[in-house]
C-alpha cells in the first residue's frame, strides 16, 4: 500500500515510562477500509500504542498520523475524526441506552437535526432499538459493548479504534460483536484498528500486526503469517511405521519425526502432500491427522514463547469486582 | 470512497464555534447530572435523612438543655431548634454539594470520565458543567427542607424564601467549585475518607450551623472564620429567622462578627462567590492538564 493510502500511519514511535520502553519503535501503516489486528500477549505495548494513536498518550519518540493528522500537534482535531471503545467500560449506567448515545452526540456537537436519525440509525444497526429505554445497568455484557461500538460511531467518525473489545465476553457474544464489526465496515467504510490477545479473533482480521515486547515482531494478513511457520502439520499412524518412515523418507522426500509411535512432519501444503502419501505408501496407515497452522504456532515460532491467558484472566475477575462494587453502590 | 469524501461528511469545528462548543459541554454535563439525581430518587430521600436526624435530634434534645440562662431561653427569643433549623438547611447543601462534586472521582474510577475528556472540547467545560451541576443539587436539596419551618415555628413569607434561594444558590456553588478541585486531585477513592474525615466534618461543625459563632475560645474563633461555610450559612440564618416577628437585634446577635462587628450580608455573600471562583479557576486548571 502506498504511504498516501493510509488512514494511519506511525513511524518509529517510542513510549518510555522511566527507564522502561513500552513501546520501542513501531512503524505501520493502514489503509482504507481496513480491518486491522494488534495482536501480542497482555504487556506487549498493544494498548500504549492504540493510546498514543487515539491522542491519548503523547510518543515519547517518533510520529503518527491520524486521517492525515498529526496525533500531537492536533488531538483535537484527531479526536473529532475517530471513535473509540475502551477497555473499560465508560458508559453511564444510571442513564438509559438512548440518553448515553444523546450525550455523546452532544459532546461531538452532532447538529440537532441529525442527532435523532443518526442515533436511531445506530441503534438498529447494533440490535439495540427495543432495550434503548432502559437504564445501561440492566444490559448485558455484549449489549454494553453493542452500545460503546454505536457511541462510537455517532460522530461519524473515519476511523475505529477498538482495544480489547471481546475482552470478557462468552463466546457467542464475541462473535456476534465480529459480525457487527464487519458490517459496520462494509456499510458505512470506515477503517477498524483493535487490539486482542485472543488469537482465534485476529483470524477475522485483513491484517495483522503481532507485537511483542513493545516491537512489532512480524506482519501480514493472516494465511501470510501462518506460511511464515512453513507450512502444514501432518501426523499419520501405522502398524509398521518403520516401514513407513522409510518409504516416506525414499517415496517423498520427506523425513518425519517420531513422535509417541505417530510420525509427524511438516509439509509446505498438505492437500497436495496427502493424497500422494495415500496413493504411494504400500505400508498401511491407519489415521491421518493434519494441522493448519494456527496463529499460536506463528507467534511461538517467532517469540520463542506462547501467548498466556493468565494475566487476562486477573484481570476479567478485576472487571467482575468492579462491576459487583457498582451494583452494590448505586 | 476516498479519505478526503470522509473527511468532508465528518462534523468540523470552525474556531468561532469553540465558545458555543463550549457552552453546549457545560449544559450536556450539567444536565447529565440533574438526570442522574432525577433518576435515583431514592439517594434524594437518604440524603434528606441525616439533616433531618440532626434536627430532631440536635433540635429537640440539645434544645432541651439548652434552656434557662442560655442565649436560647430568654423569654420572646428564638429556641435552640429555630436557630439549628437554617443551620441544618446549610448542612444539607454542605454535604451534596461536596459528595455531588466529588461524584467525579465515580465517574473516573469507573470509566465514564474517559467518555468525557476524551471528546473534543475544552475540559474547564467539565469542572464548570460539574460545579453547576452539584451546585443545582446540592441547593434544591437545602430548599426542600425549608417544608419544615412550619413545625419548628419558623415563619417564612415568599418574600423571605425568594431571598434564601439566591443565598442557598451561592454557598451550593462555593462549596461544589471546593468539591470539583478536590476531586480533581484525587485519582482514586482511596483519598475519599480523608477527605470526609479532616475536611468535610471539621467545616461542617465549625460553620456554625449547630452552635452560635460567639464568646468562643479564641483558637476557635479564628478557624471558624477561616471556614468558608461560615460565611454561607450565617446569611441563611439571618435571612430565614427575619420573618419570627422578633426584634432584629435578637437575629443580629447571632450573627457571625470580626473584631465584634457584624459582617453584613453581601460582603458575606461576595467572600463566598470569590472562594467558589478561586477553587472552580483551581479545578479547571487541574482539568486541563493533560494525563
Known amino acids: ?330 | 470512497m476516498t479519505a478526503t469524501a470522509t473527511a468532508s461528511a465528518t462534523t468540523t469545528f470552525a474556531p468561532a464555534d469553540t465558545r458555543m462548543a463550549s457552552l453546549r459541554a457545560i449544559y450536556i454535563i450539567w444536565y447529565r447530572d440533574i438526570l442522574r439525581y432525577w433518576r435515583d430518587r431514592w439517594r434524594l430521600v437518604a440524603s434528606l435523612a441525616q439533616p433531618l436526624l440532626f434536627l430532631i435530634v440536635f433540635g429537640s434534645g440539645l434544645g432541651s438543655a439548652l434552656g434557662r440562662g442560655t442565649v436560647f431561653g430568654a423569654a420572646g427569643g428564638f429556641s435552640y431548634i429555630q436557630f439549628v433549623f437554617p443551620g441544618i438547611v446549610g448542612m444539607a447543601i454542605l454535604f451534596s454539594a461536596i459528595f455531588g462534586a466529588m461524584s467525579i472521582v465515580w465517574d473516573r474510577e469507573f470509566g465514564f470520565l474517559k467518555e468525557v475528556l476524551v471528546a473534543p472540547i475544552d475540559r474547564s467545560a467539565v469542572a464548570i458543567g460539574k460545579a453547576l451541576g452539584s451546585t443545582t443539587q446540592a441547593m434544591i436539596q437545602g430548599l426542600i427542607l425549608l417544608v419544615l419551618a412550619p413545625l419548628v415555628g419558623v415563619k417564612l413569607s415568599f418574600l423571605t424564601i425568594a431571598e434564601v434561594i439566591p443565598l442557598a444558590a451561592l454557598l451550593a456553588f462555593g462549596l461544589s467549585s471546593f468539591g470539583v478541585a478536590l476531586a480533581s486531585m484525587m485519582k482514586s477513592l482511596q483519598g475519599f475518607q480523608v477527605v470526609m474525615n479532616f475536611l468535610m466534618m471539621p467545616m461542617f461543625f465549625l460553620s456554625g450551623a449547630l452552635f452560635p459563632l460567639t464568646n468562643l475560645p479564641g483558637w476557635m474563633t479564628v478557624l471558624t472564620r477561616l471556614d468558608p461555610a461560615s460565611y454561607g450559612i450565617d446569611p441563611l440564618r439571618r435571612v430565614v429567622l427575619s420573618d419570627s416577628g422578633r426584634p432584629s437585634a435578637l437575629v443580629e446577635r447571632f450573627g457571625l462578627t470580626i473584631n465584634g462587628q457584624v459582617l453584613p450580608i453581601p460582603l458575606e455573600a461576595g467572600i463566598v462567590l470569590a472562594f467558589g471562583a478561586v477553587m472552580l479557576g483551581i479545578a479547571v486548571v487541574m482539568f486541563q492538564r493533560r494525563d
Open chain 1, 1 to 330: 500500500m502506498s504511504r498516501a493510502e493510509a488512514v494511519i500511519q506511525a513511524s518509529g514511535l517510542v513510549k518510555r515510562y522511566g527507564q522502561v520502553e513500552a513501546v520501542r519503535g513501531i512503524d505501520l501503516a493502514v489503509g482504507h477500509g481496513e480491518i486491522f489486528g494488534f495482536l501480542g500477549p497482555n504487556g506487549a505495548g498493544k494498548s500504549t500504542t492504540i493510546s498514543i494513536l487515539c491522542t491519548l498518550l503523547t510518543p515519547s519518540a517518533g510520529s503518527a498520523k491520524v486521517a492525515g493528522i498529526d496525533v500531537v500537534q492536533d488531538p483535537a482535531r484527531v479526536r473529532q475524526r475517530i471513535g473509540l471503545v475502551f477497555q473499560d467500560p465508560s458508559l453511564d449506567d444510571v442513564l438509559t441506552g438512548r440518553e448515553n448515545l444523546e450525550f455523546h452526540a452532544w459532546l461531538y456537537g452532532v447538529p440537532t437535526s441529525e442527532r435523532r436519525k443518526r442515533i436511531d440509525e445506530m441503534l438498529a444497526l447494533l440490535q439495540l432499538t427495543d432495550r434503548a429505554r432502559s437504564q445501561v445497568r440492566t444490559y448485558s455484557g455484549g449489549m454494553k459493548r453493542r452500545l460503546e461500538i454505536a457511541r462510537g460511531m455517532l460522530h461519524q467518525p473515519q476511523i475505529l479504534f477498538l482495544d480489547e473489545p471481546t475482552l470478557g465476553l462468552d463466546p457467542q457474544t464475541r462473535q456476534s460483536i465480529w459480525t457487527h464489526l464487519n458490517e459496520l465496515r462494509d456499510t458505512k467504510g470506515i477503517t477498524i484498528f483493535m487490539t486482542t490477545h485472543y488469537m482465534d479473533e485476529a483470524e477475522y482480521c485483513d491484517r495483522i500486526a503481532i507485537i511483542d515486547r513493545g516491537k512489532i515482531v512480524a506482519l501480514g494478513t493472516p494465511d501470510e503469517l501462518k506460511a511464515m511457520v512453513g507450512g502444514d502439520v501432518v501426523t499419520i499412524t501405522s502398524s509398521k511405521s518403520d516401514d513407513a518412515a522409510a518409504e516416506i523418507e525414499r517415496l517423498l522426500g520427506v523425513t518425519p519425526v517420531r513422535d509417541n509411535g505417530s510420525l509427524r512432519m511438516e509439509v509446505p501444503d498438505a492437500k497436495v502432500f496427502v493424497p500422494r502419501l495415500v496413493r504411494d505408501l504400500t505400508a498401511p496407515v491407519d489415521t491421518v491427522t493434519l494441522r493448519r497452522p494456527s496463529l499460536d504456532d506463528v507467534f511461538l515460532k517467532l517469540t520463542g514463547h506462547a501467548i498466556r491467558d493468565e494475566e487476562a484472566g486477573t484481570k476479567d475477575q478485576m472487571r467482575a469486582m468492579a462491576s459487583r462494587w457498582m451494583g452494590r453502590r448505586r
